[in-house]
Each structure stands twice: as C-alpha cells, then as structure tokens.
C-alpha cells in the first residue's frame, strides 16, 4: 500500500495531526492524593503513547469540579495546580511529535464510586470513606448505586462555565484540543437520554431540551476559543428501547455543528445497567458510518472507535468513507506501539519518521 489513509495528516481547524490513528481516552484511576492532579504514572503513560506514532493523545475522562469525578482517584482540570501538570503532558507529547487533546468530563450519576480497578470493590464510596452526594438531570439512579440529587436550574449553569474553565485552563496548559464527554452514561448523556432525564423544565422533555446543557457547553467554549478545536463523544445509541438512539443522535450531531464542533467521536451504551449490545469487530463503526452519511463531510468529522484491532480493518474503514478518524483504546494500552507496526506493516510512507531515532534498532 503505497500511501494509506491511515497514515495521512488529518486537519482540524489550524490544527494538523500526522496521521488519523488516535487514542482514546482511558481512565487510569491513578490519582494517590484525590487531588486530581496528573502525577508520574500519567506522564509516563502520555509519553509512551505520544511516543508510539498515534497522531493525537487524548488525557483521559478529566473532570471539570471536584463532584464530576467517577472516582477519588480521578484526574481533574478545575485548578492552577492541575493546569501545571497539565503542561507537563502537553510538552512530553508534544516532545515526541504528537497532539493532545483532554476529556472533559462530569460523572454525574454515575460519580463517586471506587476505581474500576483488580481488588477494588464495585458501587458508590460512602461519604466517610472520601465519596460524595452524586448530581443528575433527575433522581433516578444507575442500577445499585447511589441516588443522585437532581440539579437546580441555577447550578446547571454553573456546569456550562465549568466546562468552559476547563477548555480555558487547556488552552493555557499548550493543549492542542478538547474533547466534550457526552457518553457512557455521564451527566452530559444523562441529560440527552429519556431513560435518565425526567425534568420538566427547559432542559427535559424533548429532544431538542435534552440537548441543550451540551449545545450550550460547546458554544461557550467555542465563543471563547475561536479557532480550537471540539470534539464531542457521543453513545449513538443505548441499545434499548425507548432509550437514546441513531435517529436522535443524527439531530444532536448536525445541531452540534451549528454550535462549531469539528469532531463527533461515536461510541454507544453506557446509560443503561444491562444492555443487548451486539460487541465484535468494529461494532461501532456502523453507527459512525450512520452519522457520518448524514451530513456533508464538511460539516462536521466522524471518528469510530470500539474493537478496531488490525491494521487493515482500519485502513477499510477510511477507504470506505465510514469515519475520518480511528481511535485506539485497550490495543494501545497493550502495545503503545502499535501505531508504529501497523504504519510498517501498511508501509506507509512515514513509517520512518515515526520512529525514535533511539528506537531505530528495533524492528517493527
């Protein structure tokens, strides 16, 4: 294959990433203080993946307050203390010729429990073991933890700013992007599904209600940063009846582009305890495809993500116009040089280049 997709330059905005090979965001739970600022173990894990050849790292689910944590051990973006860590990625990353992006996240719901880690115990940490009174759209809990207390009017406003604090405080840190975290079930996606959003007011009831906390997130951080770039992960679908689905996320993808997102991540599920959901190789790229037939390309980029394993399967999946992007998750977590195999085994042109020179020996 003599210059493969996969390997070409991707352009956002005035942002360039060498190639359309990305990492997706991936919790570590590795904050020891609870003070959500990224430590050794993130810098580390940052490089090596900067290292391996991916086109853009993004910094894993990173709240925006204190009680949009999942966990105690969670990475956060609410601070000057957290801001200066920050940096120190961007200039590792970017030391090895990648881009960065950060997730910024609230838990909602779903906050508060114990890291999803080997030896740690499932649902919500009490109160007096460092946990907290999780928030949401409505009352409803997810499955066995805790219930939340639902937001007043006037603290959802104070989520829209505090989303727009942390893209500032990414920008002043020498990031390169920010990705909305409007999936897997987390107060943003709680808000967009009729499964979890009960209210009564302006942000319930129909669609266009329920989607409005996530417009109104991205066009403040947009009205702040004209030329960053947004990218939004979105759950397509919930795999459920009567729950969040393709037709709906069409709407909110197109509205999302009026607002100036550049970047719709789609991923699925994570709203509802126990789904049907049909995983296998590539099972997300379909409702990418959905998405990204739906608009003019110009309009707004598609990225798929979700057992996306072999080189090939990839590079299938940019050939025939289904995403623009590929994210990477657990595979790179496996072998943070993946990118790097893979751009010699679909001998692309770069390959070369994206090797360290302290790295040259080895064979990829």
């Known amino acids: 294959m003599a210059d493969p ?33 990224p430590g050794d173990w993130h810098l580390q894990h940052i490089g090596a993946l900067a290292r391996g050849g991916a086109g853009l790292v993004t910094v894993e689910a990173t709240a925006v307050a204190p009680e949009g944590r999942i966990s105690p051990r969670d990475v956060g973006l609410w601070n000057d203390e957290q801001t200066a860590a920050f940096a120190r990625l961007a200039s590792i990353a970017h030391a090895h010729g990648a881009r960065i992006a950060v997730q910024l996240a609230h838990a909602g719901r779903k906050a508060s429990t114990y890291p999803w880690l080997p030896g740690q115990p499932d649902g919500t940490v009490p109160i ?29 406003a104070g989520i829209v700013e505090a989303f727009a604090t942390a893209a500032d405080r990414a920008v002043a840190a020498g990031l390169d992007a920010v990705e909305v975290h409007a999936a897997h079930g987390y107060l943003l996606h709680e808000f967009l599904s009729p499964l979890s959003n009960l209210r009564g007011d302006g942000y319930g009831g129909d669609l266009e209600r329920r989607a409005r906390l996530l417009r109104e997130i991205v066009r403040t951080i947009r009205g702040r940063h004209a030329r960053l770039p947004i990218l939004v992960r979105i759950s397509a679908t919930e795999w459920v009846e009567g729950g969040f689905d393709l037709d709906e996320a069409e709407r909110v993808v197109s509205w999302l582009a009026e607002d100036g997102a550049d970047l719709v991540d789609v991923s699925s599920g994570g709203n509802v305890p126990v789904a049907p ?37 990839a590079e299938s999946i940019l050939v025939t116009g289904q995403a623009d992007v590929v994210f ?31 790295y040259h020996r080895a064979r990829f």
């Open 5 to 37: 997709i996969l390997f070409r330059p991707f352009r956002l905005r005035d942002l360039e990433v060498r190639n359309r090979l990305w990492v997706s965001p991936m919790c570590q739970y590795s904050i020891e203080q609870q003070h959500g600022v």
């Open 128 to 156: 007096i073991e460092g946990g907290w009174q999780t928030v949401a759209p409505s009352e409803a809990a997810f499955g066995e933890l805790a219930a939340p207390r639902a937001l007043g009017a006037d603290e959802i």
């Open 277 to 313: 959901i049909p995983v296998g190789p590539a099972y997300q790229t379909p409702l990418a495809a959905r998405l990204r037939g739906s608009l003019p390309a110009e309009a707004i980029a598609v990225g798929t993500v979700g057992l996306i394993t072999e080189a090939a399967q």
């Open 328 to 358: 990477l998750g657990r595979a790179l977590l496996a072998d943070p040089h993946l990118p790097l195999r893979w751009a010699h085994e679909l001998r692309a042109p770069s390959a070369e280049a994206l090797v360290p020179p302290q």
